[in-house]
Nanobody, 123 residues
């Protein structure tokens, strides 16, 4: 059973940057798609970004494209989300997830989830 642990969240001013990490344990994840989702208070969970096992293909939501960068280090069994030019509307709990399928923005395609890390962007 894969375990995912996110870290790197916190409080940052608008325009600032944060780097989230997602460490996977118990199973090598090099063949999995790794994705990031977020959920703001009172809103549904939404897709942020995803990356294939090779790291060569990525997929972003329109709301973060050009500001966020997803990457992974399979030797470390870890994925990252570099967030720049943060906006107050980026405030949410950010979740890491794994999928054995293809790149997808659908949460139902992801079978493993972390507990989340809070990101708060102040104006």
């Amino acid at each position: 059973q894969v375990q995912l642990v996110e870290s790197g969240g916190g409080l940052v001013q608008a325009g600032g940057s944060l780097r989230l990490s997602c460490a996977a344990s118990r199973t090598p994840v090099s063949t999995y798609v790794m994705g990031w989702f977020r959920q703001a208070p009172g809103k549904e969970r939404e897709f942020v970004a995803a990356i294939r096992g090779t790291g060569f293909n990525t997929y972003y939501s329109d709301s973060v494209k050009g500001r966020f960068t997803i990457s992974r280090n399979n030797a470390m069994n870890t994925a990252y989300l570099q967030m720049s030019s943060l906006k107050p509307e980026d405030t949410a709990i950010y979740y890491c997830a794994l999928s054995s399928g293809g790149l997808s923005n659908s949460a139902t395609e992801y079978g493993y989830w972390g507990q989340g890390t809070q990101v708060t962007v102040s104006s």
